[in-house]
């Protein structure tokens, strides 16, 4: 209605163009960049359980290891010794043991026969379970010698990438 030109003289405007589209079903990738960060779902320190010198690392700063896989070697002489005694002190508690055991079953008949007194029987039942109980100390005592002497080789408690070192061998 605004332009100088007049429409045909039959009074009609032209016909539009119209565009037609096919619409057909497709896959579409949508995809969301989100900021974020990366943290790891398993950490574990890992500790020395005994005490002693470190002697050696047994392992590269940032590489991939299993659990089980020994990261460390403490120095595990002090420990070997440890165990050793504990197997002596128990092989001395089971002979204890024997000599304390053959004494009460001797007495046990003997105390029967009344050729001994009650108390002296008393007494050999004592110190033979008094022999017994020495040798499941001394068998507890081996054990936690084996413990320890274990514990002189640090393992990684799980699998993963390993980090920084913050100790050094000496």
Partial sequence: ACQDKQPAATGAFPAPEVTVVTLAP?????????????????????????????????????VEVEAGQQLYQINAERYQAAVQTAKANLAKAKANAATAQAREKRYTDLVAQKAIS?????????????????????????????????????????????????????
Avoid: H, M
């Fill in 26 to 62: 497709s896959d579409v990738n949508l995809t969301t960049e989100l900021p974020g960060r990366a943290v790891a779902f398993r950490k574990a320190e890992v500790r020395p359980q005994v005490s002693g010198i470190l002697q050696q690392r047994l392992f590269e700063e940032g």
């Fill in 118 to 170: 009650q108390q002296n029987y008393d007494d050999a039942l004592a110190t033979s379970r008094q022999a017994q109980a020495d040798v499941a100390v001394s068998e507890a005592a081996l054990a936690t010698a084996q413990i320890d002497l274990e514990y002189t080789k640090v393992v990684a408690p799980i699998s993963g990438r390993i980090g920084k070192s913050n100790v050094t061998e000496g």
